[in-house]
């Protein structure tokens, strides 16, 4: 070993051998890679490794010891060179190969290997040389079906013609520039932001990896070839890949199937098969194949070629695989036991669970892409642009899918959005209305689409290139990414299985904080149930009156001006909420279920424009001109700021008395047929102790009126919501009084940066380009500010109510960073829609592993 390191020092590499100090964070993830495969015996030709420092000095003209590199691979030898970084998915520039291609050894190779395949090898370097080392033309310098010496003629007088110069026939020279110029291009600009947008630091660095070449062309069967034992779109595990005669490197891959030299790897694909010509190696193939998913801990592509029927193994990676392939992959290594639960829990990226969630717009397809917005909520639909709800719901009664395009959406679209496939809003940010049903129903959604016009009456949209689609037209909508794409884009299908729920059983076992699920009606909470949520966390009660029969009865409520017309809508509702709880109890068994109390953003439910005005007109059975005064009365400047939450549940109390009666009476029915639900409420925009004071004296005594008159004891929890700042800050009086605080991060941080949730999108990309904010701070927590303030209401709480339950409850709760910051804060659990819940149980598992 210390021998070893003597020799890099003094030449500037290492060979690559059982004992050698290789390691990925100095040579790069392929050099270690290698030396396990050699480690494993497995037949790779001698290779050796620069280090990082020594590629780094190598871009700065620092060369190595080259005659010491060529000495080691014995006479006239052909080198290939390949980029090894950290971590292979960084990439790096691509492998050369037959390095050491001059005049005289061409000679003798076509009298030892026969003239073509000389002339192969040759032309190989000299092309991979002219573009990528002496960067001339590529179009000179063009593949050629048929390696002729006429080919090659013309490719070294092409060489000549450009740089004045023969081309280089020293092989010192050949090698000492392609090292250079390899290292020279990962320094440059392009390559270092690519590989920094997959995740590398700004200061990663490469290593080099120069192998002795196994030919794969000349005498007798050889040829090069690609083999691997899973599929990288299904992770079924199946052999895959293909061998060609003649051939080198990844050709084989990228062959045309009609190229003669094709060999098929199993016995059972088409034509004739390397397994029938070459039994030898294909055993030895399975059996390598076998050893490096059992030692290496990964299914690998493995690199192969075939020398006068002498198999070689020159390279193996990581199979490349999309996200579902990639979950089987990790719970099949798992189930045998060749990594451990927590390990296959690790490998599955929970940013990677949506796409199988949902129907995907396939990322490989081609799209053309009209519009870019916020992707709110993930998955794709293709469908025809319908304008409103109404056409979306006739559409659906034909069973013709449709994208409602919307330049906003209000409680009146609900019908609309169940109805279409996909959403897509002029305006709005993550958190906007529109923006949380899509991902409650799990409905791909994009908003913020600023720089289309929508002009409804005309009934068109215009793009910003001027081309107008129309209703009818077909669209699909990628909420994943956040793309409007023309016509029909092709779609993978979502991807729940048994893997799914045996990966996230194992990340349930692993996590520390709790998981529950945003959820409104009967739908949502079986939902909640299907993703193993832990209870619902937020019902948002108002939005069990969305529904065309019940917005009426709410706008009733709204509108009632006197105490007693205003009972008897009350005693109307009061039936509904109560079978709304008993539904969601039924349905959440033994499990909590938090209720919020009305949180009613008046604009919400107000009718819009005179027709809106008139229908709600005919139903009350008054005037015009009545409902118009009313309305006008009751409209806000900011509603978002106006009588929104406990104000309303202050102003009017008999409406959360109405609220508490049912959940109670709900929870008697529920128990009186073996249910054991202990419900939580929860009191919304809270700013004051006194608010939250008032409200449990009034609900404690609703309780007692309820156990009284039903002969029932039962117990509730009560608990505010914090998404004020004034509750966080006051959080050490308002804690005394409540069982548990649950922070609402939504209108926290609207209300902490001043921000309207529902209009902060269209200016938020450029805030994020611009640096002045790193994230979206509705869709990223913003730990500094919003962040200080949870760990102030968090601590202030605690220290007045030791044994307060702390949660979060905005869409905050869905998101890997958000979920970290509330397991360090110490938080009991995040609640987010129900499609976000495997998400977060996975983030949860990948903190406390
Ligand atoms: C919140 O404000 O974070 C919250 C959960 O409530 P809503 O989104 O209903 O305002
Ligand atoms: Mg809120």
């Not at 079924?236 to 890949?241: H, P, Y």
């Not at 559409?395 to 679209?413: C, G, H, K």
């Not at 279409?420 to 689409?449: D, F, K, N, Q, W």
């Amino acid at each position: 070993m210390q021998k070893k390191q003597g020799l890099s020092e003094i030449t500037g590499f290492d060979e690559i051998t059982p004992t050698a100090a290789i390691s990925a964070e100095r040579h790069g993830g392929r050099a270690k890679c290698l030396q396990r495969l050699i480690r494993l015996d497995m037949p790779v030709p001698r290779t050796l490794a620069l280090d990082f420092d020594a590629v780094h000095a190598l871009s700065a003209g620092d060369m190595p010891d080259l005659d010491a590199m060529l000495a080691l691979f014995g006479p006239d030898p052909l080198v290939s060179v390949r980029p090894s970084s950290q971590d292979p998915d960084w990439g790096g520039p691509g492998a050369i190969l037959n390095i050491g291609m001059n005049d005289a050894l061409h000679a003798r190779l076509a009298a030892s290997h026969g003239e073509p395949a000389a002339n192969a090898l040759y032309l190989r370097f000299i092309q991979s040389f002219a573009v990528h080392v002496a960067r001339l033309d590529a179009d000179e310098f063009e593949t050629v079906a048929i390696p002729t010496a006429e080919a090659l003629q013309r490719a070294l007088a092409a060489y000549e013609a450009e740089t004045d110069e023969r081309f280089p026939q020293d092989p010192k020279r050949q090698l000492g520039e392609v090292l250079r110029s390899m290292a020279r291009a990962w320094e440059g600009t392009t390559a270092r932001l690519l590989r920094e947008a997959k995740g590398a630091p700004a200061d990663a660095g490469l290593g080099l990896v120069v192998q002795k070449m196994a030919l794969g062309v000349g005498n007798g069967l050889s040829g090069s070839g690609v083999i691997q034992f899973v599929d990288g779109s299904t992770g079924q595990r199946e052999i895959r890949g293909r061998y060609m005669c003649q051939a080198q490197g990844r050709d084989a891959l990228t062959a045309k199937e009609d190229e003669g030299a094709i060999l098929y790897l199993a016995a059972d694909a088409r034509g004739r098969s390397i397994e029938q010509v070459l039994p030898g190696v294909w055993d030895d193939l399975m059996r390598y194949g076998d050893l490096a998913r059992r030692r290496l801990r990964e299914e690998m592509q493995i690199e192969f070629a075939v020398e006068n029927e002498r198999l070689f193994i020159l390279d193996a990676v990581r199979v490349p695989r999309n996200s579902r392939a990639n979950l089987r992959i990790a719970v099949a290594l798992a189930k045998d036991g060749i990594i451990s639960e927590d390990e296959a829990v690790l490998r599955v990226p929970p940013r990677s669970l949506p796409e199988l969630l949902h129907s995907q717009v396939d990322p490989e397809g081609a799209r053309e892409v009209i519009a870019r917005g916020i992707p709110a909520s993930p998955g794709g639909a293709t469908g025809k642009i319908v304008f409103s709800s109404r056409a979306a719901q006739a559409m659906a009664a034909q069973d013709e899918p449709s994208i409602l395009v919307r330049r906003e959406t209000t409680p009146e679209d609900i019908r609309g959005m169940h109805a279409a496939r996909a959403v897509l809003t002029e305006r709005g940010g993550v958190t906007s209305h529109a923006a949380v049903i899509a991902r409650g129903l799990g409905l791909p959604c994009v908003v913020g689409v600023s720089d289309m016009a929508l002009d409804l009456r005309a009934g068109t949209m215009t793009l910003p290139n001027g081309r107008v689609l129309r209703e009818g037209d077909v669209i699909t909508i990628d909420g994943t990414r956040g793309h409007a794409i023309s016509g029909a884009a092709p779609m993978l299908a979502p991807a729940l299985g048994e893997n799914f729920s045996t990966l996230l059983a194992w990340a349930d076992a692993a996590r520390d904080i709790g998981v529950r699920a945003n959820a409104d009606t009967p739908e949502d909470a079986r939902k909640a149930r299907m993703f193993e949520a832990e209870g619902i966390g937020l019902a948002r009660t108002e939005h069990m009156f969305f529904a065309e029969d019940r917005l009426l009865a709410m706008r009733e409520m709204i509108f009632a001006d006197d105490a007693e017309d205003r009972r008897s809508i009350l005693d109307r509702i009061l039936p509904m909420q109560r079978a709304d709880f008993i539904e969601l109890f039924s349905i959440m068994h033994d499990r909590p279920v938090t209720i919020r109390l009305f949180d009613l953003p008046l604009h919400e439910f107000l009718p819009q424009g005179r027709e809106g005005l008139r229908e709600l007109a005919e139903a009350l059975d008054l005037p015009l001109s009545d409902v118009t005064r009313r309305a006008e009365a009751l409209s806000e400047f900011n509603p978002m700021l106006g009588m929104r939450g406990v104000r309303l549940g202050l102003t009017v109390p008999e409406i959360y008395d109405m609220q508490a009666r049912a959940i109670f009476e709900a929870l008697v029915d529920v128990a009186q047929s073996g249910g054991a639900v202990v419900p939580e409420i929860m009191i919304p925009l809270v700013s004051a102790r006194r608010e939250v004071e008032i409200v449990k004296a009034r609900i404690d005594a609703v309780a007692a009126a309820v156990r009284v008159e039903r002969g029932a004891a039962f117990d509730y929890r009560l608990g505010v919501m914090v998404e004020t700042p004034r509750a966080a800050l006051r959080a050490g009086e308002i804690a005394p009084y409540t069982a548990f605080l649950s922070f609402g991060t939504n209108d926290l941080t609207q209300m902490t940066y001043g921000l309207s949730r529902d209009d902060a999108g269209r200016f938020m990309s450029q805030y994020v380009n611009q640096g002045v904010y790193d994230e979206d701070p509705f869709h990223v927590l913003d730990p500094d500010g919003v962040g200080e303030l949870l760990t102030i209401g968090a601590e202030r709480g605690r220290a007045a109510n030791p044994g307060v339950t702390l949660s979060v409850c905005g869409e905050h709760g869905g998101n890997p960073e958000s979920i970290a910051f509330c397991r360090a804060a110490g938080f009991d659990y995040v609640s987010c829609s129900p499609f976000r819940v495997p998400v977060a149980r996975l983030a949860a598992a990948h903190l406390a592993i």
